[in-house]
C-alpha cells in the first residue's frame, strides 16, 4: 500500500510539531523516519494512525485521500502502530490479547481464532503458545504478538515506534527478518528510530524530522555523516572513554542471594569504588533488576550482607539507603519515577527537604527554573511531566537527585533517547563520578554499556559473571555470555 502525507501541519499550544511534512511511501518499501527527541517523529506517526488529528493536510493511500478519526478508524483503512511499549496486557492469555479489537462481539470463536493465531505465528517463524499469558513473554515476543495481532486485523502498512528498544541483539535479528518479509510481501514498513545503524541496516530509504520540519531524505546506501548533520546541525561524536580513578569502598556486597518468582541468584560479592561506572549486562529477566533493586534496598537479600561505607545496612528500606546517599532512577519513568500530572516545580519542592510547615511556591518556581536550566530540560516550570518528551522527562529525573551522592542506580538512563540527548546524560551523571559518588546501571544497548562502563557484570539466567574490564572487552565477548557461552570460566565464585 503507497502512503502519503501532503502538508501536515499539527499545533499543541504554541509548539508547531508538525511544520508542513510532505512525504511519500512506495509500497513494499521499509521507510526510516529519523530525528531526535522531540522532532516530531511520533506527532506524525500518531497522525497516520488515528491517534491524534492533524490540523491540516492530507493522507492519501494508494492515490485516494481518507480521513482517519481514530487507531480504530486507521486499523480498518489497514495501518496499524506497534508501540514502543506494547499495547497488551501483561496478566492475560496470550490469545486474548490476540483478539482485541477484533469484530465479532463479546464471545468470538476461539477455537477459530487460535488457528488463525498458530497459521499466522508459524508463517512468520515466532514461537508463542496462545494458551500462555503476556506477563511471562520477553519484550521481544510482545512484538511479535502485536505484530501477528494487527496482521490479523488486516494492517498493510506497520508504523514501528523505537521497535529495537529494550530488545536483544538476537530479538532485532528475527524482527529485523520478519519486516524484511513483510516488506517483500508488498507491505509498507515504517520504522521510527534515532539509531542509524539500525536504519542502515534495515531501511530502503529514510527521511530526518528536526524541530517539526522535514530536513531532508536519503536513499540507501546512506551516508551516516550527513544523517547526523541533519538530525543535529552538526556532527556528533560520543568522544573517548573516560578512565574513572577509584577512590574509596562505597559498595560491597558480601555473598549476597537474591530470589524472586522466576530465579535465584547466588552468593555474589562486588566491591564498588568511588568514581567508577559499573554496567549490568544481560537479556531482560536474567536477574540484573533484583541485583539492582537490591543494593538500593528495594529488594532484601535471602543471604549475605550489603554494606555501604563499611556500614551493614542489609535488610534496611529504601529511605535508610537514601539517607546514606543512595538513589535509585527506574525505567518506568512516568510509573514509579515521577508524578504524572504534577508540574516540574511540584516535582521540585517534593524532592526538597521541608523547611518548614508551609510550602515555599516562589522558592520552588526559582528552583525549577534554575534546574531546568542547568540541565537544559525543554520544558517550564508548570510543565506537567507527561507532556515531556522521554528525553526531559530522563533529564528531569537526573534534576531530582540530591547532593551530596554516594551511590548512583539507573535502569536504563539512555532508553529511547537520540545520541545527543545520551552524551547529555552521561556527561550529568560523569560529573557525579567525579564528585564523589559511584555508579551502576542497567542498559540493553552493549555499545554504551562498554562505552561508559569501568567494569562490566554479565547476567545469564541467574548467574552473575566476574567483573568484565570495559576497556579490554568487546561487543562480541560481551554478547557470547549474554546468550549464555563461556561461563565455566567467567562465572564468580
Given at each position: 500500500?503507497?502512503?502519503?502525507?501532503?502538508?501536515?501541519?499539527?499545533?499543541?499550544?504554541?509548539?508547531?510539531?508538525?511544520?508542513?511534512?510532505?512525504?511519500?511511501?512506495?509500497?513494499?518499501?521499509?521507510?526510516?523516519?529519523?530525528?531526535?527527541?522531540?522532532?516530531?517523529?511520533?506527532?506524525?506517526?500518531?497522525?497516520?494512525?488515528?491517534?491524534?488529528?492533524?490540523?491540516?493536510?492530507?493522507?492519501?493511500?494508494?492515490?485516494?485521500?481518507?480521513?482517519?478519526?481514530?487507531?480504530?478508524?486507521?486499523?480498518?483503512?489497514?495501518?496499524?502502530?506497534?508501540?514502543?511499549?506494547?499495547?497488551?496486557?501483561?496478566?492475560?492469555?496470550?490469545?486474548?490479547?490476540?483478539?482485541?479489537?477484533?469484530?465479532?462481539?463479546?464471545?468470538?470463536?476461539?477455537?477459530?481464532?487460535?488457528?488463525?493465531?498458530?497459521?499466522?505465528?508459524?508463517?512468520?517463524?515466532?514461537?508463542?503458545?496462545?494458551?500462555?499469558?503476556?506477563?511471562?513473554?520477553?519484550?521481544?515476543?510482545?512484538?511479535?504478538?502485536?505484530?501477528?495481532?494487527?496482521?490479523?486485523?488486516?494492517a498493510r502498512v506497520l508504523i514501528l515506534d523505537e521497535p529495537?528498544?529494550?530488545?536483544?541483539?538476537?530479538?532485532?535479528?528475527?524482527?529485523?527478518?520478519?519486516?524484511?518479509?513483510?516488506?517483500?510481501?508488498?507491505?509498507?514498513?515504517?520504522?521510527?528510530?534515532?539509531?542509524?545503524?539500525?536504519?542502515?541496516?534495515?531501511?530502503?530509504?529514510?527521511?530526518?524530522?528536526?524541530?517539526?520540519?522535514?530536513?531532508?531524505?536519503?536513499?540507501?546506501?546512506?551516508?551516516?555523516?550527513?544523517?547526523?548533520?541533519m538530525m543535529f546541525g552538526k556532527e556528533i561524536s560520543l568522544?573517548?572513554?573516560?578512565?574513572?580513578?577509584?577512590?574509596?569502598?562505597?559498595?560491597?556486597?558480601?555473598?549476597?542471594s537474591l530470589e524472586d518468582v522466576r530465579l535465584k541468584i547466588?552468593?555474589?560479592?562486588?566491591?564498588?569504588?568511588?568514581?567508577?561506572?559499573?554496567?549490568?549486562?544481560?537479556?531482560?529477566?536474567?536477574?540484573?533488576?533484583?541485583?539492582?533493586?537490591?543494593?538500593?534496598?528495594?529488594?532484601?537479600?535471602?543471604?549475605?550482607?550489603?554494606?555501604?561505607?563499611?556500614?551493614?545496612?542489609?535488610?534496611?528500606?529504601?529511605?535508610?539507603?537514601?539517607?546514606?546517599?543512595?538513589?535509585?532512577?527506574?525505567?518506568?519513568?512516568?510509573?514509579?519515577?515521577?508524578?504524572?500530572?504534577?508540574?516540574?516545580?511540584?516535582?521540585?519542592?517534593?524532592?526538597?527537604?521541608?523547611?518548614?510547615?508551609?510550602?515555599?511556591?516562589?522558592?520552588?518556581?526559582?528552583?525549577?527554573?534554575?534546574?531546568?536550566?542547568?540541565?537544559?530540560?525543554?520544558?517550564?516550570?508548570?510543565?506537567?511531566?507527561?507532556?515531556?518528551?522521554?528525553?526531559?522527562?530522563?533529564?528531569?529525573?537526573?534534576?531530582?537527585?540530591?547532593?551530596?551522592?554516594?551511590?548512583?542506580?539507573?535502569?536504563?538512563?539512555?532508553?529511547?533517547?537520540?545520541?545527543?540527548?545520551?552524551?547529555?546524560?552521561?556527561?550529568?551523571?560523569?560529573?557525579?563520578?567525579?564528585?564523589?559518588?559511584?555508579?551502576?546501571?542497567?542498559?540493553?544497548?552493549?555499545?554504551?554499556?562498554?562505552?561508559?562502563?569501568?567494569?562490566?557484570?554479565?547476567?545469564?539466567?541467574?548467574?552473575?559473571?566476574?567483573?568484565?574490564?570495559?576497556?579490554?572487552?568487546?561487543?562480541?565477548?560481551?554478547?557470547?555470555?549474554?546468550?549464555?557461552?563461556?561461563?565455566?570460566?567467567?562465572?564468580?565464585?
Amino acid at each position: 500500500m503507497k502512503v502519503e502525507l501532503h502538508s501536515i501541519h499539527k499545533h499543541f499550544g504554541k509548539v508547531h510539531a508538525n511544520d508542513d511534512i510532505t512525504l511519500n511511501i512506495p509500497a513494499g518499501t521499509i521507510q526510516g523516519i529519523l530525528g531526535e527527541n522531540g522532532a516530531g517523529k511520533s506527532t506524525l506517526m500518531k497522525v497516520l494512525s488515528g491517534f491524534i488529528q492533524a490540523d491540516s493536510g492530507d493522507i492519501l493511500l494508494d492515490g485516494k485521500p481518507i480521513i482517519i478519526h481514530s487507531p480504530a478508524d486507521a486499523i480498518k483503512h489497514g495501518i496499524g502502530m506497534l508501540h514502543q511499549d506494547p499495547l497488551d496486557f501483561p496478566p492475560m492469555r496470550i490469545v486474548d490479547n490476540f483478539i482485541l479489537g477484533a469484530e465479532g462481539g463479546l464471545f468470538p470463536n476461539r477455537a477459530v481464532v487460535v488457528r488463525d493465531f498458530k497459521l499466522l505465528a508459524e508463517q512468520y517463524g515466532f514461537s508463542i503458545d496462545p494458551d500462555s499469558y503476556v506477563d511471562a513473554l520477553t519484550v521481544g515476543e510482545r512484538q511479535q504478538l502485536e505484530i501477528l495481532r494487527l496482521l490479523w486485523l488486516g494492517a498493510r502498512v506497520l508504523i514501528l515506534d523505537e521497535p529495537t528498544t529494550g530488545i536483544s541483539s538476537s530479538q532485532k535479528v528475527k524482527l529485523f527478518a520478519t519486516l524484511r518479509k513483510l516488506a517483500a510481501e508488498g507491505k509498507t514498513m515504517i520504522f521510527v528510530s534515532h539509531k542509524l545503524e539500525d536504519v542502515e541496516a534495515l531501511c530502503h530509504q529514510a527521511v530526518v524530522l528536526r524541530q517539526g520540519k522535514l530536513i531532508g531524505e536519503m536513499q540507501k546506501p546512506f551516508d551516516p555523516k550527513k544523517l547526523v548533520a541533519m538530525m543535529f546541525g552538526k556532527e556528533i561524536s560520543l568522544g573517548a572513554r573516560q578512565v574513572a580513578k577509584p577512590g574509596e569502598a562505597i559498595l560491597s556486597l558480601q555473598h549476597v542471594s537474591l530470589e524472586d518468582v522466576r530465579l535465584k541468584i547466588k552468593d555474589v560479592s562486588l566491591e564498588v569504588h568511588a568514581g567508577e561506572v559499573i554496567g549490568l549486562a544481560g537479556m531482560e529477566g536474567s536477574g540484573q533488576g533484583p541485583f539492582l533493586r537490591a543494593c538500593a534496598g528495594l529488594m532484601r537479600p535471602v543471604g549475605g550482607h550489603v554494606l555501604l561505607k563499611g556500614q551493614d545496612l542489609t535488610g534496611k528500606p529504601y529511605h535508610a539507603y537514601k539517607h546514606h546517599g543512595v538513589e535509585f532512577l527506574p525505567a518506568s519513568r512516568l510509573e514509579e519515577g515521577l508524578v504524572p500530572g504534577l508540574t516540574l516545580t511540584e516535582h521540585f519542592i517534593l524532592a526538597e527537604e521541608p523547611k518548614g510547615m508551609f510550602i515555599d511556591r516562589e522558592y520552588g518556581r526559582k528552583l525549577a527554573e534554575e534546574r531546568i536550566k542547568s540541565f537544559n530540560i525543554k520544558g517550564t516550570p508548570v510543565s506537567t511531566v507527561e507532556s515531556l518528551s522521554g528525553g526531559n522527562q530522563q533529564r528531569a529525573l537526573l534534576s531530582l537527585l540530591n547532593d551530596p551522592l554516594s551511590l548512583v542506580l539507573i535502569e536504563h538512563p539512555t532508553r529511547g533517547l537520540d545520541i545527543e540527548s545520551v552524551i547529555y546524560i552521561w556527561s550529568k551523571l560523569k560529573d557525579r563520578c567525579r564528585q564523589g559518588a559511584a555508579i551502576l546501571f542497567i542498559s540493553s544497548d552493549l555499545e554504551e554499556v562498554l562505552q561508559y562502563s569501568d567494569r562490566v557484570l554479565v547476567f545469564f539466567s541467574g548467574k552473575v559473571s566476574e567483573p568484565l574490564d570495559a576497556a579490554q572487552t568487546s561487543v562480541e565477548q560481551l554478547g557470547q555470555l549474554i546468550g549464555g557461552r563461556g561461563w565455566p570460566e567467567k562465572q564468580a565464585v
